[in-house]
């Protein structure tokens, strides 16, 4: 089986840097993705690692270690709007594309 | 280009009736798939599905609930003779037909209440 654990929740003030970190056990997958979601709304993509690294789009970044077995989204310069929760997500190699995600933090951004 | 379409958004059942949720993927995407997300909880995957054949099923529960892809018209989740425990929010995804898609689309998703 996989899963993939995150912390619950994150707190930080605007204008910062967070880390939100994802550790997974799995047997093996394709890569490890990044959805945000709003309270109410629909999870969106973010980001995608493929390769062992870091992948930069804008304000957010994400980084993969498959021998850590370990993943993390970082996002820069926090603004209001980024208070959602973020889930992990891995696509399997068991067949299919379906996506197991992780147990999600919600990011808390104050003034 | 409207994203992925759900209906409806809310569904409000009573025990033992049945729920049937819609979903139209992205225009020329071919796979679609059902997760369920309860309260406070992340995102559980259901069934995966192309047009006209169930790929992969293996989060669905044994009984009451079926999902379809027909060849014209939506993906189709149906749950019947609902209990409580089914109440949840149902989101559709779909992605492009080419393997190995990086990103599924989400839609807004049914949210079921079941009274």
């Known amino acids: 089986g996989q899963s993939l654990e995150q912390p619950s929740e994150v707190t930080a003030v605007e204008g910062a840097i967070v880390q939100i970190n994802c550790t997974y056990q799995t047997s093996g997958f394709y890569g490890l993705s990044w959805y945000q979601q709003h309270d109410g709304g629909a999870p969106t993509f973010l980001s995608y690692?493929?390769?062992?690294g870091l992948e930069e789009t804008g304000r957010f970044s994400s980084f993969l270690s498959r021998s850590d077995s370990y993943g993390y989204l970082l996002l820069q310069e926090l603004q209001m709007k980024d208070s959602a929760s973020y889930f992990c997500a891995v696509r399997g190699t068991g067949g299919g594309n379906k996506l197991t995600f992780g147990t999600g933090t919600q990011l808390k951004v104050e003034l | 280009n409207a994203g992925v379409m759900q209906n409806p958004r809310h569904l409000v059942r009573r025990r033992g009736q049945e729920a049937r949720l819609r979903c139209s993927p992205m225009?020329?995407?071919?796979?679609v798939y059902w997760y369920r997300q309860l309260p406070e909880e992340g995102l559980k995957f259901m069934v995966y599905l192309q047009k006209e054949n169930i790929i992969d099923e293996s989060g669905m529960p044994k009984e009451r609930f079926s999902a379809e892809f027909p060849k014209e018209g939506p993906s189709i989740l149906r749950i019947q003779q609902v209990v409580r425990g089914d109440s949840a929010a149902y989101f559709c995804?779909?992605?492009?037909?080419?393997?190995?898609?990086?990103?599924?689309?989400f839609g807004p998703g049914t949210r079921l209440t079941v009274l």
């Open positions: 225009k020329g995407h071919s796979h």
């Open positions: 995804a779909s992605s492009p037909p080419e393997g190995g898609s990086r990103e599924q689309f």
């Open positions: 690692n493929a390769l062992d």
